[in-house]
């Protein structure tokens, strides 16, 4: 395999406009969600699914316009992984059954999960890589906080909440959180493993991103939950 390509110099040192323009993206992307959650249902799901596509196509057109080539192929890559991602929530709400996904209106995946959940990994993905100058190391932590917030916030806004025999903390299940750290060294990993190179390569990339992530959820998910550590003789 061939050796993991260091992040360049400009991606960890953004320029004043850079930032202005990352948090113009996000701000937008808060108060569209903000409006999209406060609909009543079923016009609650189609506004999500609205805000998030409306951020998916803006995000690389913004990060282009300040000069941040490396934040648009970023956020064009976690475009194919957000989709991928759909996977691992399906096998967590439809197989495994510690996860739900409140029916808020709008289209939903095998009624089980809802089709704006296939662009709503592209934000925090995002940050947390950006923010971690792409390193897949610092990457994984960014991503633990990141998502640890997401977590605490989502079932509080009806996204998504834990259900089944799972251990939680502050209604967190704990399982999700090292796999979502994994998740962000992966995203970092296969971003710049498959970068300049073809379509297929970086479509291939995203998937393996996701296959990853669930088998870190299921092995994290026994470890914590199922595994009783016990000896027998």
Not at 51 to 68: E, F, K, M, N, S
Not at 88 to 98: E, N, Q, Y
Not at 131 to 138: E, F, M, Q, S, V
Not at 148 to 164: H, I, M, R, S, Y
């Amino acid at each position: 395999m061939s050796p993991t390509p260091a992040p360049t110099d400009d991606v960890m040192a953004p320029d004043a406009a850079a930032l202005r323009g990352l948090l113009l993206v996000h701000a937008a992307l808060l108060v569209g969600g903000g409006v999209a959650l406060s609909l009543p249902v079923p016009a609650q799901g189609w506004g999500i699914l609205v805000v998030v596509v409306a951020y998916a196509v803006a995000l690389p057109l913004v990060c282009r316009a300040v000069g941040r080539g490396d934040w648009a192929a970023l956020a064009i890559f976690l475009v194919p992984v957000s989709v991928f991602q759909v996977l691992p929530d399906w096998v967590l709400a439809d197989l495994v059954g510690t996860l739900a996904f409140p029916d808020r209106g709008g289209p939903r995946v095998d009624d089980v999960i809802p089709l704006a959940m296939a662009a709503m990994w592209i934000a925090p993905l995002f940050l947390a890589v950006v923010l971690a100058g792409l390193r897949p190391g610092r990457s994984a932590l960014a991503a633990l906080a990141v998502f640890a917030g997401a977590e605490l916030l989502a079932p509080v806004v009806g996204l998504w909440e834990p259900t089944g025999a799972t251990t939680r903390v502050l209604g967190v299940a704990l399982y999700v959180l090292p796999a979502e750290a994994a998740l962000g060294w992966a995203t970092a990993t296969a971003f710049l493993l498959t970068r300049g190179r073809p379509l297929v390569h970086r479509v291939a990339g995203a998937l393996a991103v996701s296959t990853f992530y669930l088998g870190a959820l299921v092995l994290a998910h026994f470890l914590i939950d199922v595994a009783g550590w016990r000896l027998t003789a």
